[in-house]
C-alpha cells in the first residue's frame, strides 16, 4: 500500500501486520455491537476477516510473494496456529486445577456427550451424502469428499480435515474435501459462538445462580501454590513457553493416521501442569493475567488466520445446498447433544454449553461462552469433551469416506 505519491509506504509483513490489527481494531468494535442481548463478541473479528477474506486477498497475496511465488496461505497459517497454541495453552492452564477433580466425577457424561455431537454428525453427514447422489446424480466418491469436507467445516475439525485427506484417493478428491471444509467453515464457527449465547437467553436462564449450580458440581480447589515459590520470571512466560513447546511435541506424535495435533498436545500438556502447579518449590503456572490475556490475544489471532483463509475459500466456491449441509451438520448435533445433556443426563447449563463447544471442536464458542458465563469453570467441560470428540470425529471421517 503506497499513498501520497510514496511518502507512505506499507509493504510485504508490515502490510500483513498492518491488517491484522486492522481487522482486530474493526472486529471488536463489531463485536460490541448488541441486539436484544446478544452479541458476536471476540466472533467479529472471524466475520472482518472472513470479509477481508473475500475482497482483499488477492491484495495481500501480491504483498507477500518472492518471485512470482505467494506465501500469504504460509503467513496466515502461522497467524493462526500461534493463536491457537497461545489460547489453548492458556485454556489448559486456567482449567487444570479443577480438571481431572472434574473429570473424574462426570467423565461417562462427557464421553457420552462427545461421542454422541460426533456420532449424529457423522449420520447427518452420511444422510446428506445419500440425498446429494439420490437427487442430484453426483459421483459417489466425489459427494461423499465434499459432504466429510463439509463435515469437517461445520466442527472446525483441523484433524478430521486431515484425516479426510489422507483417506481419499488422488488430488482431486483432495481438493474437493477442502473446499467442502472451506464452505462449511463460515457457519461452523459463527453457529456455535451464536448458540452458547441463545441457549441462556431462550432458557431465561439467571447466570449468577448457574455460577452458582456450577461451582457446586465443580467445588472449587483450594491453590497449591503459597505464594513462596521461585518463579523462573514474574509473568510465567518461561513456563508457558515451555509447556507450548512440549505441546507441540506431544502433539506430532502420529499413529497411522491419527495425531493430536497442537491442539490436544498444547492442552493435554497445559491441563498437567496447571493441575500440579509446582515441582518442588518452582512453580510452574504463568501468572493468571499473563493467561488471561494470552487466552484472548490467542483467540484474535486464530480467528484472523482462519478467517482471511476461509473468507478467500468461501467466495471462490460457495453453492447453497453445500451451505444448507453444512448449517444441519452444526446445528443437529449440538441440539441432540444439548437435549441428551440437560434431560437425560441433567447436566447444569454451564457445564452443558461446556461440553457441547468440546465435543463441536470449537474453540471460538469456548471464548464467547466464557465472556456469556462470567466465569473461566466452563473450560473444565470443554477440555473434558474435546479429547473425546476429537477421537471421534477422525475415525468418523474416516469411515464414511470409506463408505462410498
Given at each position: 500500500m503506497v499513498l501520497f505519491g510514496g511518502l507512505l509506504s506499507i509493504t510485504k509483513i508490515s502490510f500483513l501486520v498492518f491488517c491484522v490489527f486492522l481487522i482486530a481494531g474493526l472486529g471488536y468494535l463489531l463485536g460490541r455491537i448488541t441486539i436484544k442481548g446478544v452479541s458476536l463478541g471476540t466472533a467479529g473479528v472471524f466475520?472482518?476477516?472472513?470479509?477481508?477474506?473475500?475482497?482483499?486477498?488477492?491484495?495481500?497475496?501480491?504483498?507477500?510473494?518472492?518471485?512470482?511465488?505467494?506465501?500469504?496461505?504460509?503467513?496466515?497459517?502461522?497467524?493462526?496456529?500461534?493463536?491457537?497454541?497461545?489460547?489453548?495453552?492458556?485454556?489448559?492452564?486456567?482449567?487444570?486445577?479443577?480438571?481431572?477433580?472434574?473429570?473424574?466425577?462426570?467423565?461417562?457424561?462427557?464421553?457420552l456427550i462427545g461421542l454422541l455431537i460426533i456420532l449424529i454428525g457423522g449420520l447427518s453427514c452420511y444422510a446428506c451424502t445419500i440425498f446429494d447422489i439420490k437427487i442430484y446424480g453426483r459421483d459417489p466418491k466425489e459427494a461423499a469428499a465434499m459432504l466429510v469436507g463439509l463435515l469437517s467445516g461445520s466442527l472446525t475439525s483441523t484433524p478430521a480435515?486431515?484425516?479426510?485427506?489422507?483417506?481419499?484417493v488422488g488430488d482431486s478428491l483432495e481438493a474437493i474435501v477442502a473446499v467442502g471444509h472451506g464452505i462449511a467453515y463460515l457457519f461452523g464457527v459463527v453457529g456455535v459462538v451464536l448458540f452458547v449465547q441463545l441457549v441462556p437467553k431462550f432458557c431465561k436462564a439467571n447466570m449468577e445462580e448457574e455460577r452458582a449450580k456450577l461451582s457446586e458440581a465443580n467445588p472449587e480447589v483450594p491453590s497449591k501454590l503459597k505464594g513462596t515459590e521461585l518463579q523462573f520470571d514474574s509473568f510465567g512466560f518461561c513456563v508457558f513457553a515451555i509447556a507450548a513447546i512440549l505441546g507441540v511435541i506431544v502433539g506430532s506424535f502420529k499413529f497411522k493416521n491419527f495425531s493430536l495435533t497442537t491442539t490436544g498436545g498444547c492442552l493435554l500438556v497445559s491441563l498437567i501442569l496447571g493441575h500440579f502447579a509446582k515441582i518442588g518449590n518452582v512453580s510452574i503456572t504463568p501468572a493468571e493475567s499473563t493467561l488471561k490475556v494470552f487466552r484472548e490475544l490467542g483467540l484474535m489471532l486464530f480467528l484472523i488466520g482462519a478467517g482471511v483463509a476461509g473468507g478467500a475459500e468461501f467466495v471462490k466456491y460457495f453453492e447453497w445446498v453445500y451451505f444448507i449441509y453444512g448449517i444441519i451438520m452444526t446445528m443437529l448435533p449440538m441440539i441432540v447433544g444439548y437435549i441428551f445433556a440437560r434431560y437425560v443426563l441433567k447436566i447444569n447449563l454451564l457445564n452443558n454449553l461446556g461440553s457441547i463447544c468440546g465435543g463441536m471442536t470449537s474453540t471460538p464458542a469456548?471464548?464467547?461462552?466464557?465472556?456469556?458465563?462470567?466465569?473461566?469453570?466452563v473450560a473444565g467441560a470443554y477440555a473434558s469433551t474435546y479429547p473425546i470428540a476429537l477421537i471421534a470425529v477422525v475415525i468418523v471421517s474416516q469411515v464414511l469416506i470409506l463408505m462410498f
Open positions: 466475520i472482518v476477516a472472513l470479509l477481508f477474506g473475500a475482497f482483499l486477498y488477492n491484495p495481500l497475496a501480491e504483498q507477500l510473494k518472492v518471485g512470482d511465488a505467494t506465501y500469504v496461505v504460509n503467513a496466515l497459517k502461522i497467524v493462526e496456529n500461534l493463536g491457537l497454541i497461545l489460547f489453548v495453552t492458556s485454556v489448559g492452564f486456567i482449567a487444570g486445577p479443577n480438571f481431572f477433580g472434574d473429570f473424574k466425577r462426570n467423565f461417562k457424561s462427557y464421553i480435515f486431515s484425516a479426510a485427506k489422507a483417506t481419499v469456548l471464548g464467547t461462552l466464557i465472556s456469556t458465563a462470567g466465569t473461566e469453570k
